[in-house]
């Protein structure tokens, strides 16, 4: 296995005049997991297909341990680049078994030899009692697991993912997602994880990167981009998030609901306007100043009455 | 498995495609060579009954030759003949109407025979003057009417069809119908092209009803009392009577048949044969067409079309026995090819559909 | 993929090539001269009462049948497809039958009113509206079937929505479900006209002087290819409108089904005479059809007691030149089907050659297979003609046998491609391990389709085939057009019953397309 990083640099990709990515530089490391967070039409679906080879770029490079796989006039096809896919509808073929389908990309092996292998994946995605499963007799999940074993077998250089879990069921998603992510954090390959939802990509990514026009704006550890997001926009892109005006000349303060405590020697005097359950706390919406605050109280606190007035206080963090 | 079986599927049908193509001795040349093996005429037929098979059966028997019919409207077969050229498999070319045979002349798609059987056993009247085509079997094109409307005397010429008597009352088939054509032809001939387009105006403007369906719908149509009289060929007549619905015998008894003076006689046509430009094997065409003048191939041929055989002697075919007696006209049969052209403009002309 | 643009595009092209370079010779003065402007109205006229009829036909019975529920209403959903099975000159031929003034309706009509034949007026079956009727009867089903499909999949959320904003039944169908289903109705009503337009065998027994009837007679009647091929390029300019109405607004039609869940239909019961009078629409429509016509041949049949050995030669030929036309037009629609995944130029072309094929009659087709013989120099004969007439099958049927393959594959997700893409796999394998096995789950469709339209070919047949060919349809005109109807009976009956095998597999497949519905 080549445990290389891919690599964009100054990707850039137009569609007529409209720029739809825009001068990116990404880099994907080997045992690395990146989420690829944006509002849609950011264009992060399209970054994964230029990563894929799937279209031509108009600028820049992408790269993999060094060496170009797409630059102007050149594109590297899919199936010269060794990059597994994975695809929100999961795109198994449905004339194959589970078993087919993962051996379908191990062409080179004796069936004997590719049947072990493909199993050994099946089985790692704890599927190989339905290895003789078609598609049509699999669930969301299940199907889905078996593209992510299909996509790792061939021992790809980096896999890219777009949106995978999106067809999911809610209940189901948050298993089969930190099943799947660690099964690929295992492989040792670069991987690329296309989402919207920023509390599954904070939790299951190594990497956060947000996407705004065309560009990738902040990346970093989730745990820094969260805290410390360059502008409102990506503050927002990763959670509820109140702008609060301390005084006339200090400017604006990025402060999650969650770092706002009641203090009732607290600098800021507001009235609570709403009480809201949300399971693991207690939501506040209040007013001060004019200003509209979100407030996180632990669910375990005895939330204050609707219309009554607090002191608030902002956490620091160190 | 599905996938799988749908191949098979396709292939076999590939391969009885192949197979098919190889058994088909009519469609190579070398199969009609006299020379070699079994031998077989190709007759290109504008007839298609039941009774074909029983002569082509006697043909065999009698010489040996194997008969492969093609058979299609004469247009048809025309045009199939000049598209497959020099190549034609056709031996012998079979339509039912003297016009037809005369276009097939006129196109050069047929030969000239030399046959002393076919000389005495026709009438010469009824052969092609170059002997290039020979009158098999007759039909008259005459008049059906009801006889409860129209007496016998109204319906005894074609000419009586323009009195004013007859307005509304005629029922008559397109006149692009090679029957119309041959009948046009003859009365060019007796009452010249100036009295002939004046038969047709007045014709014409007689009708009950615009031309449609055959000649077997205009006599229904008289029975059904929509005209009381039509031009029809005897033989359609004489198949209602012979039918096996009541309906159609209802029909035939409602309704009668004047062989109608044409001018001079009754209108007369006949089945014709000729032997092709290019026969591959023309002695075999010829002993055919012999076959189709005797004793044997006369009550065959005629049996299930209730035409009237040509050769003196032969028995007629069940119905044809109770028909009054017929005054053929004596008309050169050629003359109704020469014609045809002038034909179908008289008939554009007076607006016959 | 080249080779299968210029074999399935040729026949078409030098028919089109001929008509304009022809200097139009004696008999296309002659025609233009006296026929043509027949040839050309009654072609419009047909054309637009048929497009009529088959609408005032096959929308009502799809709102019916969809959004209601009336007595015998399941039964009637699949009876109503059956006209597929029949070909328009079987209709033809029942029909000028029964229609006759010495026919059953109007004996009946003169016995039970004692009038005579010409006491009353009644619609002549042999003229321009006669056909017209008779052809949207026989093609209403394409229209049927599309609207059907389109009220089912695409607006039943809209028309829930609707409901709730307060629409009533009327407006639900005008306002929100043709709206929503015109595009997929288009297609379907483009299909029929074409049908309509290639038919030759019903309107020639029915003496209506269409262009088909046109150009087959320029051919058999004044041996003139030329002047059928300037006729066929009116024709031509007529494939060529009705195949972008086809397309016309796709875009649009591209937005169905994009919920892979079904709702479950919740259908508005007709109660006393409203069910009785929908049910009776859908079961005349059915009668005018099918049920009346087969009923008048079967009748026919055993009243005169018609010949059936003599058949044997006939009906073996048929499915000889079904199987061998089916398999290759069914091997190029395969070919055309794959083809269009891969969106090259050439598979483009071929696709457009495959589907102008099918929108050109048989008898054009056929006199531009006769055009490329006369430019080669070959004689029709034989093993040539059998080559020529099967070549023709195929330009006519293979977009028939692509269309359901394309569905199958229509319905496997673009990603599938890529996802075999990025696991290696060279351009054939893609082709041989995931499309080719996709294509054939539409498969059997496409055999049958393509065999029992080759089945039922009757100009291309009537003039190309070889010496000993005749197939049953061949048969059926022949003994028709010779005004022998009861010997014609029992191939049309023959030809219509192998028709209804496809048509009955591919109604149990339709039902089984909603499986969300409670069958």
């Known amino acids: 296995m080549i445990e290389a990083a891919l690599s964009a640099c100054g990707v850039t990709k137009k569609i007529g005049a409209t720029t739809i990515v825009d001068g990116v530089d990404l880099n994907l490391r080997p045992r690395e997991i990146t989420a690829l967070l944006g509002p849609s039409g950011a264009g992060k679906s399209t970054l994964l297909r230029l990563l894929a080879g799937l279209e031509g770029l108009d600028a820049g490079e992408v790269t993999i341990g060094g060496s170009a796989l797409s630059r102007p006039g050149l594109t590297v096809p899919p199936e010269k680049r060794q990059t597994g896919l994975v695809f929100q509808d999961f795109a198994l073929f449905p004339h194959l078994t589970a078993l087919e389908n993962v051996r379908f990309g191990l062409p080179h092996l004796t069936k004997a030899d590719g049947r072990a292998l493909a199993l050994s994946w099946l089985d790692r995605m704890q599927l190989a009692a339905r290895s003789g499963a078609y598609p049509a007799e699999l669930s969301g999940g299940e199907q889905q697991r078996v593209a992510i074993a299909r996509a790792l077998a061939p021992q790809p250089a980096a896999i890219l993912m777009d949106e995978p879990f999106s067809g999911l069921d809610p209940a189901l998603r948050g298993g089969v997602a930190a099943l799947t992510l660690a099964v690929i954090r295992d492989a040792g390959v670069p991987a690329l994880w296309v989402t919207h939802d920023p509390s599954e990509a904070m939790m299951l990514a190594d990497t956060l990167a947000v996407m705004q026009s065309g560009q990738i704006v902040q990346s970093g550890p989730p745990e820094t981009v969260y805290r410390s997001p360059i502008d409102l926009a990506v503050a927002q892109a990763l959670g509820p998030i109140n702008e609060i005006r301390l005084t006339e000349d200090a400017g604006v303060a990025l402060v999650r609901p969650e770092d706002l405590v009641l203090d009732p020697d607290g600098p800021i005097g507001a009235t609570v306007t709403s009480v809201q359950f949300t399971g693991p706390t207690w939501r506040l919406l209040a007013m001060a100043d004019g200003q509209n605050l979100m407030i996180d109280l632990p669910a375990s606190t005895l939330p204050p009455a609707s219309g009554s007035a607090v002191h608030l206080t902002i956490r620091s963090r160190s | 498995m599905s996938l799988r079986s749908s191949f098979l599927v396709a292939v076999g049908a590939l391969f009885v495609l192949s197979a098919c193509g190889n058994s088909q001795p009519a469609d190579d040349p070398s199969a009609s060579d006299a020379s070699s093996g079994p031998q077989s005429v190709t007759l290109y037929s504008t007839r298609h009954y039941d009774a074909d098979q029983l002569i082509f059966d006697a043909f065999e028997a009698q010489t040996g030759i194997e008969v492969q019919a093609r058979e299609a409207g004469a247009a048809q077969l025309l045009e199939t003949m000049r598209a497959e050229g020099d190549a034609s498999p056709a031996d012998v070319i079979l339509a039912a109407d003297a016009g037809s045979l005369w276009r097939f002349k006129d196109a050069g798609l047929t030969q000239a025979v030399a046959s002393e059987t076919l000389e005495t056993a026709i009438p010469a009247r009824l052969q092609d003057a170059e002997n290039h085509w020979f009158g098999l079997a007759k039909r008259y094109r005459i008049i059906a009417y009801d006889p409860e409307r129209l007496s016998a005397e109204q319906v005894s010429s074609m000419t009586n069809l323009t009195a004013a008597e007859m307005e509304g009352e005629i029922c008559v088939r397109s006149s692009s119908n090679v029957y119309n054509l041959s009948l046009m032809g003859e009365l060019i001939d007796r009452l010249g092209s100036v009295g002939a387009q004046q038969w047709a105006d007045s014709v014409v403007g007689n009708m009950a009803r615009d031309p449609s369906g055959g000649d077997t719908d205009q006599i229904r149509a008289i029975a059904a009392g929509a005209c009381s009289a039509a031009i029809v060929n005897h033989y359609y007549w004489v198949r209602l009577s012979q039918s096996e619905s009541e309906a159609d015998l209802d029909v035939a008894a409602s309704t009668m048949l004047s062989f109608a003076d044409a001018g001079n006689g009754t209108h007369t046509n006949v089945t014709a044969a000729g032997v092709a430009a290019n026969a591959p094997n023309p002695e075999g065409a010829v002993a055919f067409i012999e076959f189709l003048a005797s004793p044997e191939g006369q009550a065959l041929l005629v049996s299930d079309t209730k035409e009237f055989p040509v050769v003196a002697g032969v028995p007629l075919p069940a119905g044809l026995d109770g028909l009054p007696e017929i005054i053929e006209s004596d008309l050169d049969l050629s003359t109704l090819g020469n014609n045809q052209v002038e034909a179908q403009q008289i008939f554009d002309r007076a607006g016959w559909p | 993929m080249l080779l299968a643009v210029v074999g399935l595009s040729a026949p078409l092209l030098s028919a089109g090539l001929m008509g304009v370079l022809s200097g139009g010779g004696e008999t296309w003065a002659h025609i233009s001269g006296t026929t043509l402007s027949t040839y050309a109205g009654s072609t419009v006229v047909m054309l637009v009462l048929t497009g009529i009829l088959v609408l005032v036909f096959a929308i009502p019975a799809a709102w019916l049948v969809t959004m209601h529920e009336f007595p015998g209403r399941r039964f009637l959903e699949w009876l109503l497809i059956l006209p597929l099975a029949a070909p328009a000159y079987v209709l033809a031929i029942a029909y000028a039958n029964l229609l006759g003034v010495a026919g059953p309706v109007q004996s009946g009509l003169r016995d039970m009113t004692g009038l005579s034949a010409r006491d009353y007026w009644f619609p002549d ?160 429509l059915f009668s005018l059809g099918f049920g009346i016509p087969v009923l008048r041949l079967l009748w026919i049949a055993i009243d005169t007691n018609a010949p059936v050995a003599s058949l044997s030669g006939a009906a073996v030929n048929s499915i000889l030149l079904a199987a061998a036309g089916a398999s290759l037009a069914f091997i190029a629609g395969l070919a055309v089907a794959l083809g269009a995944r891969r969106k090259t130029g050439l598979s483009r072309l071929a696709r457009l050659a495959a589907s102008g094929g099918y929108a050109v009659p048989g008898a054009v087709l056929a006199l531009g297979g006769l055009i490329v013989i006369g430019w080669l120099g070959l004689g029709l004969t034989g093993h040539v003609a059998l080559l020529v007439l099967i070549w023709i099958y195929v330009c006519r049927f293979t977009v028939a046998g692509a269309e359901p393959m394309q569905a199958a594959l229509a319905r496997a997700p673009k990603s599938m491609d890529q996802a075999a893409r990025s696991l290696a796999a060279s351009p054939l394998r893609r082709l041989v391990r995931v499309d080719l096995p996709i294509a054939m789950s539409g498969a059997v469709v496409a055999a049958l389709i393509l065999f029992v339209e080759i089945l039922k070919e009757l100009p291309a047949t009537l003039m190309l085939r070889p010496t000993g060919w005749d197939t049953l349809a061949v048969r059926a005109y022949g003994y028709a057009s010779d005004e022998r109807v009861a010997e014609a009976t029992v191939p049309c009956l023959l030809i219509t019953l192998a028709g209804l095998v496809p048509v009955i597999l591919l109604s149990v497949r339709l039902s089984r397309a909603r499986p969300g519905e409670t069958a």
């Open chain 3, 125 to 284: 079956i042999n003229s321009l509206p006669g056909l017209s009727v008779i052809l949207a009867a026989a093609l209403y089903p394409y229209v049927y079937l599309a609207a059907r499909a389109a009220f089912t999949t695409t607006s039943i959320c809209t028309l829930d929505a609707a409901r709730t904003l307060g629409a009533r039944p009327r407006d639900l169908l005008l306002r929100v479900a043709l709206p929503a289903a015109r595009p997929a109705i288009i297609a379907g009503l483009s299909l029929a006209l074409m049908e309509a337009a290639a038919d030759y065998g019903a309107a020639d027994y029915l003496g209506v002087q269409t262009l088909t009837v046109g150009v087959f007679r320029a051919w058999s009647s004044y041996g003139d290819v030329g002047a059928g091929a300037r006729l066929a390029l009116i024709l031509l300019a007529l494939a060529v409108f009705l195949q972008w109405l086809e397309r016309f607004d796709r875009g649009s039609a591209g937005s169905e089904a994009t919920s892979k869940r079904w709702q479950s239909l919740t259908r508005a019961r007709l109660n006393g005479w409203h069910g009785w009078a929908a049910a009776g629409f859908c079961f005349a």
